[in-house]
């Protein structure tokens, strides 16, 4: 393998903070990030010998871009509140051999919220949700070899020159309710629930949650915790293709 160019990174970073008052505080913000690296597989390397359809130029570039506007506020009296909307954009794009490609991007809009106040000297109520708007593409012309990663003849089931493309949307919302409660000076308590619901696989889901913090010592802090939780399926099982 030669590499063609030393591999390359960037970043940027924008954040802007009005405090309206005392109270209220509005925040606009914004960053991303690229990687890049080239190279080209010669027809003595491994890979090449391996996967003839290595040979070539090779090209991996992967960058995020993320812009937010958000709005917090808190009181003296343990009453505070959050909500933020924004949208998250990924790119994975790799070109490989002269004519293969294969490029993924993830778009997330979401707007998420979160609510603190005091129920008791000794309470502390946490209510919350999140929406997303996933839009999941990609596009590429490869060639599939049908088996998985622990067969151990993948480079023998070469399959048919494939182009691409696919997408699918979805939308998941969560909403959570959580009690923080102080028991002793030493000892808390978590108490919680989470509801989830996914529109593309239709499913709703409730999770509860539990957690301990125990102050022992001055020095040490024992804490555990215990939850169900649920996650989208993994992608490659959700496109057709």
């Not at 933020?84 to 002269?98: E, M």
């Not at 209510?127 to 023998?156: A, M, Q």
């Not at 001055?218 to 169900?228: H, K």
């Amino acid at each position: 393998m030669r590499v063609q160019s030393a591999p390359q990174d960037s970043d940027y970073q924008f954040k802007y903070v009005y405090d309206i008052n005392s109270e209220n505080k509005f925040t606009l913000s914004a960053n991303g990030a690229t990687d890049l690296a080239e190279a080209e597989f010669l027809d003595s390397s491994i890979d090449v010998m391996e996967s003839p359809d290595m040979a070539g130029d090779a090209k991996i570039e992967n960058k995020y871009q993320n812009a937010a506007l958000r709005w917090q506020f808190s009181d003296d009296k343990g009453t505070g509140f959050d909500v933020q909307f924004g949208q998250f954009t990924n790119h994975n794009d790799t070109k490989w051999g002269g004519q293969y490609f294969f490029n993924f991007k993830t778009v997330d809009s979401y707007l998420t919220t979160h609510y603190d106040f005091t129920l008791a000297q000794n309470h502390n109520i946490s209510l919350g949700g999140e929406v997303h708007r996933y839009e999941y593409s990609y596009d590429g012309r490869f060639v599939n070899y049908i088996c998985t990663d622990t067969d151990p003849d993948c480079l023998f089931r070469r399959g048919e020159l494939t182009t691409a493309d696919d997408s699918i949307n979805t939308t998941e919302q969560m909403l959570y309710v959580n009690d923080h409660w102080n028991l002793t000076d030493r000892l808390a308590v978590d108490l919680g629930v989470q509801g989830d619901r996914n529109d593309f696989t239709d499913e709703t889901f409730y999770n509860p949650r539990a957690a301990v913090n125990w102050k022992f010592t001055e020095a040490w802090t024992l804490t555990s915790s215990l939850g169900a939780y649920n996650r989208f399926p993994e992608l490659g099982a959700v496109f057709p293709e």
